[in-house]
């Protein structure tokens, strides 16, 4: 009980010193790349996990976003797990390459409750190359303009993250960016062209076995928020069979609209893909996006355990 207060009070304080821009790189298919959001993640599954996601955002529209996201974790030991994190970010002429480095530490807080406690150290590589921009005159002619500044900017992150994991359900609190960056000119005049502030995600879920223990239901929900930005909420509801076919449908309070579809494979691999759309007439068509997921996983085997348990077993048996 006094683990519980302990971690009802940590949260109230991580809470009320955010500061709350524009909003960071989201995807549909969160659940399955939750470290990127939260670093408390890495090693909670017990799984050597090798997972990458390309989003193609907006497909109507030339010069659209595309993401590409890959994510690595592992255990090590009982206690800790470590992991790395890279988004790449490419919209027209900007390009922007996040890389964080993932550290867990988990405490027991009941016989069916774990608390993980997440930090990322991270950097954001940016950059525009301006000489893709064209200036039109009003004889029709275009030309590049000089007036507009190439960009090279490097910027260091922190970021911190709980997770709070049952057998039956989840609580996920984080702020991956915790400090703010400003992007300008490297040329003695100081002019800021876009600014990024720390957002806060919290998330949830709860797992449902149905009569039938071979399917299962589980409810979540992401909700990422940052200020002077209306916060965004992805609800989900992920129906599996046997732990290897999965069929989701998300909603977003943005009125979109996303299915996806996901299948393990000889124990190790998974592949999935996202289709979303928008429920607003004028974007159902230009602003509809798609993912494609790819996953290698395995069991860690925490050797130290099997060495000890092989000794002892030995000591036993004389």
Do not use: C
């Not at 010193?17 to 790349?33: D, P, R």
């Not at 007036?147 to 970021?159: E, H, K, R, T, V």
Request: proline share 3%; net charge neutral; hydrophobic share 40%.
């Amino acid at each position: 009980m006094r683990n519980i207060k302990l971690l009802i009070f940590i949260l109230v304080i991580f809470i009320t010193n955010q500061s709350w821009g524009q909003q960071e790189t989201s995807i549909t298919n969160y659940w399955s790349h939750m470290n990127l959001f939260n670093p408390a993640y890495v090693g909670s599954d017990n799984m050597i996990n090798f997972k990458s996601t390309i989003r193609n955002q907006w497909s109507g529209i030339s010069e659209s976003p595309v993401t590409q996201m890959f994510s690595y974790s592992k255990p090590f030991g009982d206690k800790v797990g470590l992991g790395l994190s890279i988004v790449n970010d490419k919209v027209f002429i900007e390009n922007s390459t996040y890389v964080g480095i993932d550290f867990s530490y988990k405490l027991t807080v009941s016989d069916k409750a774990l608390l993980y406690f997440g930090l990322k150290a991270a950097a954001n590589f940016y950059s525009v190359n301006a000489s893709l921009v064209n200036t039109y005159s009003q004889l029709g002619f275009n030309f590049p303009d000089s007036n507009l500044i190439n960009l090279d900017q490097f910027d260091p992150n922190i970021g911190l993250g709980f997770l709070l994991k049952h057998e039956k359900w989840f609580l996920s609190l984080s702020v991956p960016r915790m400090l703010s960056t400003e992007r300008a000119s490297s040329e003695g005049v100081t002019t800021t062209v876009g600014t990024s502030k720390p957002h806060l995600y919290f998330s949830s879920g709860y797992n449902f076995n149905l009569k039938n223990p071979k399917w299962s239901l589980t409810p979540s929900f992401l909700l990422r928020t940052v200020k002077d930005v209306p916060a965004i909420l992805d609800s989900n509801l992920l129906v599996s069979y046997m732990d290897k076919v999965d069929l989701s449908i998300t909603y977003g309070s943005a009125k979109t609209y996303a299915f996806t579809f996901g299948i393990d494979f000889a124990d190790k691999y998974r592949v999935g893909y996202s289709y979303e759309t928008s429920s607003r007439s004028l974007l159902s068509t230009e602003w509809n996006s798609s993912e494609l997921f790819l996953a290698y996983s395995i069991p860690y085997v925490n050797k130290r355990n099997i060495k000890q348990t092989t000794v002892d077993d030995i000591i036993i048996e004389e």
